[in-house]
């Protein structure tokens, strides 16, 4: 028996537990385990969950997640109840199981599952450092990511990002990182970045095989490098300078 505690609070305490266990007990199984002993089928009323209603199935899979939780918050408050009784047993009930002093009688009052003193409690405990799967992620895609070498102007995780981000995001404008944008074309990551090309005159600019024959592509990118008069017309015969216009 535990040396620091009368006979008596002790099977106040016993009885407390045994109360409490039969009660969880009784709990779970009035309400087949939250819920969890009836078939998905019977909970949602169809006879197949590949229907047409998305929303009802997304409530019913919430309802039993949250079921679930609260079926292992009771099977954790079960063994610590055993565990305690087993301690009453043992003579070891009312000490701490990590520094071997005696609990005082208040905590126990409160929580009489307790096994460690205030000092000692795991769950007290504030968590040191940060989950490793954020040194993996930054920069975003971590190692993938190559923005930081000089020498790198190959694909890497941040073009994927890029073409992946192309083809839309839950994001509107309104949310975007960058200030002044009107429209979902210019929400990407470095949206005004050329996309197949560095230079402006290389998406214009085209030879044959072997390096002869040069030729010029007319489009946008070429309209817009004379605009900006980054290039010289009278390099070309001047109707054709003009058919840009």
């Not at 409490?20 to 078939?39: A, M, T, V, Y």
């Not at 969950?49 to 997640?65: I, Q």
């Not at 599952?113 to 795991?122: G, K, S």
């Amino acid at each position: 028996m535990t040396l620091h505690m009368t006979d008596g609070k002790l099977q106040s305490l016993r009885r407390r537990l045994i109360r409490d266990k039969q009660e969880i007990e009784r709990k779970i199984r009035d309400n087949s385990h939250f819920g969890l002993e009836n078939s998905y089928r019977e909970e949602t009323g169809e006879l197949s969950s590949n229907d047409n209603h998305p929303a009802d199935a997304g409530t019913e899979m919430f309802e039993r997640g949250k079921d679930i939780a609260l079926l292992e918050n009771e099977a954790f408050r079960l063994d610590r109840i055993d565990a305690a009784l087993r301690r009453m047993e043992t003579g070891e009930y009312g000490r701490c199981a990590a520094c071997g002093r005696f609990i005082p009688d208040e905590r126990l009052e409160a929580m009489p599952t307790a096994i460690f003193c205030v000092d000692h409690e795991p769950r007290q405990q504030e968590k040191e450092g940060r989950p490793v799967e954020e040194d993996f992620l930054h920069p975003p895609f971590g190692r993938t990511s190559m923005d930081d070498q000089p020498d790198q102007n190959g694909f890497d995780g941040e073009d994927a990002w890029q073409i992946v981000e192309s083809w839309g995001s839950s994001n509107s404008p309104a949310m975007a990182e960058g200030n002044n944008i009107d429209d979902y074309d210019s929400m990407a990551i470095e949206s005004d970045e050329n996309d197949g090309f560095v230079e402006p005159l290389e998406s214009f600019l085209s030879t044959d095989i072997t390096g002869h024959d040069v030729s010029i592509v007319r489009n946008r990118a070429y309209k817009r490098y004379l605009a900006d008069q980054e290039g010289d017309p009278l390099l070309e015969p001047d109707e054709l300078a003009d058919d840009w216009r």
